[in-house]
């Protein structure tokens, strides 16, 4: 199968303290194309750190990276930016929407990024709510939605692109079980019936029910993979 | 990223915060409407100087015979040449040939001295005397040997309209001559200071008692100020071995006045509108600040750190922008209770030592408008230097650890 993600030997090192941390150590790791992916592991195991890697928002400190053919380690920041904004759907934890546009309007930001023409806008984030199930409050601003409407719509902002990759992390963290499972609902949904490749890191075992395949982290390495 | 969205969110952004953001845009607008005012006050004051520089005789141009302006008299006078006016250039309102000597009035209660001038009374609608209110009659054209005297000279010398009074100046040999002369009128000048200076007659007349043909001067008066330069160089051809003086030659004090006022106008601005600045910056800082998690999103997402600065510029620009036009409008407003004049017969006697008339007229000038606009545009772009390089400083993982 076709090879979304290629990690090979990633190491992650902070040392701006006296100590150095080792966020990851030799990780290798893949990812193929219409899978959907968990990373577990306790707290401070690496997971953020390695989406974030994965995602062109850090850059490893030995290894290397290719997110859909390209060597992620090798890019500049403007080009990490368009790689970000073309290939790479984000939804984080919270703070995810801008609070002074509609739910509507924070689909269509990005494209308006990407420098699509209006129309076309309208109608991809329109019928990206509406296959979330946001048709209602599509005119609402973030503060006007529940907690799990808010992460819907990062959802919808993060697909509208159609990137290769959805990147979440913990995006149930603030959610009741209730929510989450509804949240849930619609990423198998996107990774069964569109295709979408789907990494989370979590520490949800909710999350982890729903997943194709989990990857373990502890201290920064791959501690196992039931792939 | 489109502009129009810029626009967008900043228009939002500030509403977000609207108190915090009212209270700096009314500074602002508070700010631009003192300065535009004061400065169709200075502007009405310039133009004041201006228009009466150019009418006490002066005209915007004034052609000469060399050394006249330091040593004024009949023997720096110069012969005009038939048909002249002709090769006068574009832009001429009107003109007026002149003789002008130095002189001294007389009569039973006293002597003063004087300006003579010779005048034909048809051609001078270019100076104060054309719109100058008279008592008795005014001259009836260049052959009338009567005289012409100013009010405050009239009670000076206690003499009215209908009285003589003798004056004595050189002739152009050299020889002073001394005759009597009957009062035609007695003119009212919105400037004090000219009744007691001029004295006319007719040119002719003043000719034949001086012995001569020439004239001293010719005035000219243009229709088109900005054209003052170019003008002034078509003349200085048409009368090579003439002097050809502008009126800010020929009245230093008023131009120079004229420019000091030009260069407070923006001393004034740069001080009021520096000031808010700063107030800018604070508020840029703090709204950047507050979206920290925000812009480290937007960034996350795939914005560019230049979009990130183009969003502070923009809003900066935004906030500056509606201050701005608010100031400006409500100076027009307040400019416009006052447009037909402010009337300053009670400071009279100080002002008119300024050369200012009674009823002060401010100006609203467009270019004033333009200028702050400009000028705060550059400001407001000025003042989101440093917020928009702590917004891109601003690393996506960091903001969003927080
Ligand atoms: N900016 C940083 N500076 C120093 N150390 C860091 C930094 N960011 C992360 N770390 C360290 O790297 C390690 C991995 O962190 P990471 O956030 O990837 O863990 P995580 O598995 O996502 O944890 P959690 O489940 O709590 O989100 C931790 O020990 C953390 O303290
Ligand atoms: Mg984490």
Not at chain 1, 23 to 50: C, H, I, M, Q, Y
Not at chain 1, 174 to 185: C, G, K, V
Not at chain 2, 213 to 237: G, H, M, Q, V
Not at chain 2, 324 to 346: M, Y
């Amino acid at each position: 199968m076709e090879r979304v993600v290629e990690c090979r030997d990633v190491g992650r090192t902070y040392d701006d303290d006296a100590v150095p941390v080792h966020a990851l150590r030799n990780v290798d790791f893949d990812l193929a194309a219409g899978e959907w992916v968990s990373l577990a592991g306790p707290s401070g195991s690496g997971k953020s750190t390695l989406l974030h890697v994965i995602g062109g928002l850090d850059q490893p400190t030995a290894g290397s990276v290719v997110v859909d053919g390209v060597e992620v380690t090798a890019l500049a920041t403007a080009q990490l930016s368009d790689l970000r904004l073309n290939k790479i759907g984000f939804v984080f934890q919270a703070y995810n929407l801008i609070p002074v546009l509609s739910a509507l309007e924070n689909v269509e930001f990005i494209l308006q990024l990407q420098g699509l023409d209006r129309a076309e806008r309208r109608s991809r984030s329109r019928d990206a709510l509406h296959s979330l199930g946001l048709a209602d409050v599509e005119h609402r601003r973030p503060g006007e939605m529940s907690g799990g409407q808010q992460q819907r719509v990062a959802i919808a902002r993060a697909i509208v692109t159609e990137p290769v990759l959805l990147l979440a992390d913990e995006p149930s963290a603030n959610l009741d079980t209730s929510t989450t499972r509804e949240l849930l609902e619609v990423l198998q949904t996107l990774n069964r019936e569109r295709g979408v490749t789907i990494l989370t890191a979590t520490h949800d075992p909710m999350v982890m029910g729903y997943t194709s395949r989990q990857v373990n982290l502890r201290d920064g390495k791959v501690v196992r993979d039931d792939s | 990223m489109p502009v129009k969205l810029l626009i967008q969110l900043s228009w939002r952004n500030i509403w977000r915060h609207r108190r915090r953001n009212a209270i700096l845009v009314s500074a602002i607008a508070v700010a631009v409407t003192g300065v535009m005012l004061l400065n169709t006050m200075m502007r009405g004051m310039q133009q004041d100087l201006r228009n009466t520089a150019i009418e006490n005789l002066t005209g915007h141009v004034k052609i000469l015979e060399p050394g006249y302006l330091h040593d004024p008299g009949i023997e720096r006078g110069f012969d005009i040449l038939e048909g002249w006016q002709n090769t006068l250039p574009d832009h001429v309102a009107g003109w007026a040939s002149r003789i002008r000597v130095p002189g001294v009035i007389m009569s039973e209660r006293g002597t003063r001295g004087i300006q003579l001038v010779g005048i034909d009374p048809a051609r001078e609608s270019i100076s104060f005397l054309g719109q100058a209110e008279v008592a008795g009659d005014r001259l009836s054209g260049p052959e009338d040997s009567r005289i012409l005297i100013g009010g405050l000279l009239a009670e000076a010398l206690d003499t009215a309209a209908g009285r003589r009074l003798v004056l004595v100046t050189q002739g152009a040999d050299g020889r002073t001559r001394e005759a009597g002369f009957r009062i035609a009128g007695v003119y009212r000048a919105e400037i004090a200071g000219l009744e007691k200076a001029f004295v006319f007659t007719g040119l002719a007349a003043l000719q034949r008692l001086l012995g001569t043909d020439k004239i001293t001067e010719i005035s000219i008066r243009l229709d088109d100020e900005d054209r003052e330069t170019s003008t002034i160089a078509a003349l200085a051809e048409t009368f090579e071995s003439r002097a050809v003086a502008s009126w800010r030659q020929l009245e230093p004090q008023a131009a120079a006045m004229v420019e000091v006022s030009d260069v407070t106008i923006y001393i004034l601005f740069v001080i009021v509108m520096g000031a808010l600045t700063f107030g800018l910056v604070n508020t840029l800082v703090t709204a950047v600040m507050e979206r920290l998690r925000e812009l480290g999103m937007l960034r996350a997402i795939g914005m560019r750190p230049r979009a990130v600065v183009a969003q502070v510029v923009v809003e900066s620009t935004v906030i500056m922008a509606i201050g701005v036009a608010a100031g400006l409008i409500l100076a027009w407003c307040v400019f416009s209770f006052v447009a037909d004049g402010i009337d300053l017969t009670a400071f009279d006697d100080s002002l008119a030592s300024f050369g200012m008339r009674p009823t002060f007229v401010p100006v609203f000038d467009i270019r004033d408008v333009a200028l702050i606009a400009v000028l705060s545009l550059a400001l407001s772009i000025l003042a989101s230097f440093y917020p928009a390089r702590r917004a891109v400083k601003i690393k996506p993982l960091e903001a969003l650890r927080r």
